[in-house]
């Protein structure tokens, strides 16, 4: 059988019949034959709607779209639906809609394309078990193509042709080699986080605590000490020296207002579960972003992901997971910290091209219990910390860097032996006490770092 009907959301069971008269014609309409020996029967799958480009826009224009086509109750649907029904009204009988996603499959072999912030909902593409096959698919593909409109009896639009799997065509997306097969080294390229001189975070980071593609860093901080900054800032410099890293940001368990802060901060794709949701959608999401990061690098593509908590993303886990029978101090099970050490463990710099970099960040002082013991677990586990200081925040001072606690493992092989020796004497001339205040005043006095570490400041 080409493709069982999903049974997700109640969708209606088409008959076996109709799923065997469509999918063949489906698949071939994925070799494209159209362009190759002239099949005229591909010459109608012409996309009259972009999905992509009806979720870029607001609420606002929807409501255009959606009064245009006579929809009564638009102002009761949320933007998800209002979406579907535009599509489906906009859709001929013989039209079909441009449309991307992220391809989570499941048990029964068929699959979804996830088009709305890895969560289900009704503008997901249905994707057949033969399709899957066929191009080889794996969770977390990022897939392009065209759908076909629902036919009587089913629920979803369906993928027609696929034209793009992670940006490449669906043969050249064939040739990767599986994650768990590549080889993981210690990181050896240094990412430039400087970007001007103002930008003192960063400037900072860069001299204490270098980042390299495939790190695995972990931003230490209380509340209020400004690591959601910080993230902001790491993420745009990053934007703006390496614009061929691909950026995602996982915000779990965090304020809306902070989510949409970030998602017109940050170019790169953000994706939330915000504190409102239940702990299983935050455990649902962190897994496909994880996975659509693995599958970029397979392609050899150097990906980061800026986590925004692991703490909280541990949290979700510790209420989902099936009690273990042990406990921890402050009541956390310790199978709840499997799957969040394999996400953070899935940092990695790859022999051969291709890194998965993840900078996350873990709180302390919170007074919670749980959060100090999730701390505890996860230390040393990273080979790169930045320990931010709560009094240094008080007093106003930023970054509030703890320049003395904060490092990087085998940063050698990241720095250039010169610079390497001059970081090492910084930090043996200045005051353990004032130390960042000191280097941040120091630091303003110079338009870069490489001026600082030439100008003789520190001997």
């Known amino acids: 059988m080409a493709g069982r009907p999903p049974k997700e959301q109640d969708s209606p069971v088409p008959e076996k019949k109709e799923i065997k008269e469509e999918f063949p014609k489906t698949e071939r309409n994925n070799e494209r034959p159209a362009e190759k020996n002239g099949d005229k029967s591909n010459e109608k799958l012409i996309a009259s709607l972009d999905i992509p480009a009806l979720q870029r826009m607001k609420i606002s224009e929807l409501y255009a779209i959606a009064k245009e086509l006579k929809i009564e109750e638009m102002t009761t649907l949320e933007k998800s639906d209002l979406i579907y029904k535009i599509m489906q009204l906009k859709t001929g009988d013989e039209g079909a809609v441009a449309c991307e996603g992220v391809l989570e499959r499941l048990p029964d072999g068929y699959g979804f394309l996830r088009v709305n912030n890895y969560l289900p909902s009704s503008e997901d593409i249905y994707v057949s078990s033969a399709q899957i096959r066929r191009f080889s698919l794996l969770t977390g593909d990022r897939v392009r193509g065209l759908g076909r409109k629902p036919k009587e009896g089913e629920k979803y639009f369906s993928l027609a042709r696929v034209d793009e799997i992670n940006g490449l065509t669906p043969e050249g997306a064939r040739k990767r080699t599986f994650f768990s097969n590549l080889v993981p080294i210690f990181p050896d390229k ?270």
């Open 190 to 459: 240094k990412m430039s986080l400087e970007s001007s001189q103002h930008n003192i975070t960063t400037r900072l980071i860069d001299m204490v605590a270098p980042i390299g593609f495939g790190q695995r860093a972990m931003i230490v901080s209380p509340p209020k000490a400004g690591k959601t900054t910080i993230l902001k800032d790491i993420a745009k410099s990053i934007e703006l020296n390496h614009p061929e890293v691909v950026i995602k940001v996982l915000l779990v368990d965090e304020r809306p207002e902070e989510v949409t802060d970030m998602r017109r901060f940050v170019k790169g794709e953000v994706v939330a579960s915000t504190f409102d949701e239940p702990p299983e959608q935050h455990v649902k999401v962190s897994e496909l972003l994880l996975e659509s990061a693995k599958r970029l690098v397979e392609h050899g593509r150097d990906v980061v992901i800026l986590l925004d908590s692991i703490t909280r993303l541990a949290r979700a886990h510790n209420i989902v997971v099936a009690p273990s029978g042990r406990t921890l101090s402050g009541g956390l099970d310790p199978a709840s910290l499997h799957k969040p050490k394999r996400f953070f463990g899935a940092a990695r710099n790859i022999e051969g091209g291709g890194s998965l970099t993840i900078i996350a960040t873990a709180l302390v002082d919170t007074g919670s219990r749980m959060d100090d013991v999730i701390y505890e677990e996860f230390k040393g586990t990273g080979n790169m910390e930045l320990h931010l200081d709560r009094k240094l925040a008080n007093r106003r001072v930023y970054p509030a860097i703890d320049v003395v606690s904060s490092g990087t493992r085998k940063e050698e092989l990241l720095l250039a032996e010169d610079v390497l020796k001059k970081t090492i004497m910084l930090r043996k001339s200045i005051d353990s006490e004032n130390a960042t205040e000191e280097l941040v005043n120091l630091l303003k006095k110079t338009k870069n770092n490489h001026e600082f570490l030439n100008s003789g400041i520190f001997g």
